[in-house]
């Protein structure tokens, strides 16, 4: 089915350790996007490319970095996972970065930072 | 960024429409209005959105205030399925990104 895939769909790190966290979309969409949903919290904005090539932070960028691959893939890199960044991370595309777009998301990553 | 004031939470019986209210007094002329819902343990999922007019499409209506300082989302026939937290959003003209609430947790009540 056509979509937003995220992998993988559950982690534990250790406190340090670095891991990156996979999205791929196969819609032809042009934009993407990073979020984190904490407990009992609405989804925060991390890192978003509006297009191919090109990157920006969101409300919560520290401690995270990104790479748009190719159209289809972005990444959401952890260099050195804190407990803090226990949460669920969400990837999201759109077909452009037009008020009038709807946002498709993955099914998201649990990660657990112990 | 701008922001959008829904009740934390909201019970419907099913097969009865449920009408999930949503403030957003400092909306501008261009901002859209954005519903998704989100079922436990899922991404959230897009609803419906509009700018002025009322809108309507396979799963819900959404009903725009004449001066647009409001709207409702409107199920028509609530099932069990629907049971999930709706978050209203504005997608401003200065940003590429929306911006989301704590929501309204639906319950259906067999």
């Known amino acids: 089915n056509a979509g937003v895939t995220q992998t993988p769909k559950f982690q534990v790190l250790k406190t340090g350790q670095s891991m990156t966290l996979q999205c791929a979309q196969d819609?032809?969409?042009?934009?993407m996007y990073w979020y984190r949903q904490d407990p009992g919290m609405g989804l925060r904005l991390i890192y978003y490319?509006?297009?191919?090539?090109?990157?920006d932070k969101g409300e919560v960028p520290n401690g995270y970095n990104v790479s748009r691959l190719n159209k289809r893939e972005f990444s959401l890199r952890l260099e050195s996972a804190a407990p803090s960044q226990t949460s669920v991370y969400f990837c999201?595309?759109?077909?452009?970065?037009?008020?009038?777009?709807?946002?498709?998301f993955g099914s998201g990553t649990r990660l657990t930072v112990v | 960024d701008a922001k959008t004031t829904q009740p934390n939470s909201m019970e419907s019986n099913e097969e009865e429409p449920v009408h999930l209210p949503c403030n957003h007094s400092?909306?501008?002329?261009?901002?859209?209005i954005h519903w998704y819902r989100q079922l436990p343990s899922q991404g959230p999922e897009y609803v419906i959105h509009?700018?002025?007019s009322n809108v309507n499409n396979r799963m819900a209506s959404l009903a725009i205030a004449e001066d647009r300082k409001s709207s409702t989302l409107i199920l028509h026939r609530a099932t069990l399925r629907d049971a999930a937290v709706y978050y209203c959003?504005?997608?401003?003209?200065?940003?590429?990104?929306?911006?989301f609430g704590t929501g309204t947790s639906l319950t259906v009540i067999p």
């Open positions: 999201a595309s759109s077909e452009g970065g037009g008020r009038g777009y709807g946002y498709t």
């Open positions: 819609m032809n969409h042009n934009s």
């Open positions: 490319s509006a297009s191919e090539g090109t990157t």
């Open positions: 400092t909306i501008s002329g261009t901002d859209y």
């Open positions: 509009g700018l002025t």
């Open positions: 959003i504005l997608r401003v003209y200065t940003g590429n990104q929306f911006y």
